[in-house]
């Protein structure tokens, strides 16, 4: 039996000799080389980049120079962009999705994009950005287009009354009071039944008047006057009436108590100076039933004309001579009008006149509501 060949170590001797580098490097040239994958994709600096499908319309995606170029099957739009660099999207078509490994880049200050990119879950991909809507400025209201026009009301407009009232001017009026007053008493007559083309306005029957509360005795907005008044007024009436105007009555007969409440008001307040000046009066014609605050108005709509002032601004630019151009004129029509009937005017206030009835005396009968 044949003995096997002697084991020789001369090779294995050889090998001691050689360094220890060169033994790390034949291992290394010999061993097998890393599988190459099918395909690699570049990460640019944002990693927090959206998914193609949440990039707007007009964002224009970055594709990296080390891209693989377009997949097979592509339309040529994408494959001239890719090898352009870009993908270009024109107006009103959506956007092409980019090759396999492409990151879109996100611009610096799309803080919109970054937010939605780094939310978790998927993106809710935009179809279009909505149309920018323009308001008129200074207009806060402006309610959604879902809400009816019926639903917004212009708030008033802002009175005066009182040089100085601190009351303020942007608080909305009352509603009307929807009673009526009950008859007037024997000796006094209803003008809204004398004057019937007239127009009313009972600002003390509301909190709409210089002292910001409804007066005592007027629980209804009556205007009631004696009789021979009540028929000069109606041939005032009927002159204006030929110029294509109407009387716009404010006051007439006052309960007396409600004159006592205005002066009440006025030293409340700190406003005496008003009674002083001849502004309020703790017996006044109104309370005889002769007397009437009114100004003028378009006939049929009840229009204000410009008088210069609001009735029952109690300050110097009531007084009659105190205005120019239309103001002063329409207060010369006025007074001219109601001065041929045998009213007589007061120089401080404008609106206010005076017939000087013999037989009138000072009463103290409230507009109470009709039942």
Not at 222 to 229: S, V, Y
Not at 242 to 271: C, H, I, K, N
Request: net charge neutral.
């Amino acid at each position: 039996m044949r003995r096997p060949p002697p084991v020789t170590l001369a090779p294995l001797r050889a090998l001691a000799g050689w360094s220890r580098p060169g033994l790390v490097l034949l291992a290394v040239a010999c061993a097998a080389p890393p599988p190459v994958p099918a395909d690699t994709t570049h990460v640019p600096r944002d990693s927090t980049a959206p998914s193609p499908e949440a990039i707007a319309p007009g964002h224009r995606p970055y594709v990296p120079e080390d891209s693989p170029a377009p997949p097979a099957g592509a339309s040529a739009l994408t494959a001239a962009s890719h090898d352009a660099g870009t993908f270009s999207v024109p107006k009103n078509s959506p956007s092409p999705r980019p090759a396999p490994g492409d990151q879109p880049h996100v611009p610096e200050d799309s803080q919109a994009d970054r937010a939605s990119a780094s939310a978790p879950g998927p993106a809710a991909a935009p179809a279009h950005r909505p149309a920018e809507t323009s308001t008129v400025p200074g207009d806060s209201r402006s309610p959604p287009a879902d809400v009816p026009a019926a639903a917004v009301t212009p708030g008033p407009a802002a009175s005066s009354h009182v040089p100085g009232d601190s009351r303020p001017r942007d608080a909305p009026p009352p509603a009307p009071k929807a009673s009526s007053p009950v008859p007037p008493p024997p000796g006094l007559v209803d003008l809204r039944a004398e004057l019937p083309d007239a127009c009313f306005d009972v600002r003390y029957a509301t909190a709409d008047n210089f002292t910001g509360a409804v007066l005592p005795g007027y629980a209804a907005p009556g205007a009631w006057l004696r009789r021979r008044p009540a028929d000069a007024l109606a041939r005032v009436q009927a002159a204006v009436s030929a110029e294509g105007l109407t009387l716009l009555v404010y006051d007439a007969y006052r309960p007396a108590r409600a004159s006592l409440a205005m002066v009440e008001w006025a030293e409340r307040s700190g406003r005496r100076q008003l009674v002083d000046d001849g502004y309020i009066a703790r017996r006044s014609g109104h309370n005889r039933g002769d007397t009437v605050d009114l100004g003028l108005a378009r006939a049929g709509t009840c229009e204000p004309l410009d008088m210069g002032t609001a009735w029952d601004h109690l300050g110097p630019a009531s007084h009659y001579a105190r205005a120019a151009g239309d103001a002063l004129a329409h207060r010369r029509l006025l007074r001219r009008a109601m001065q041929a009937q045998g009213f007589v005017p007061y120089d401080k206030e404008w609106w206010h006149f005076s017939f000087r009835d013999p037989d009138a005396v000072a009463l103290d009968i409230p507009y109470d509501a009709a039942p």
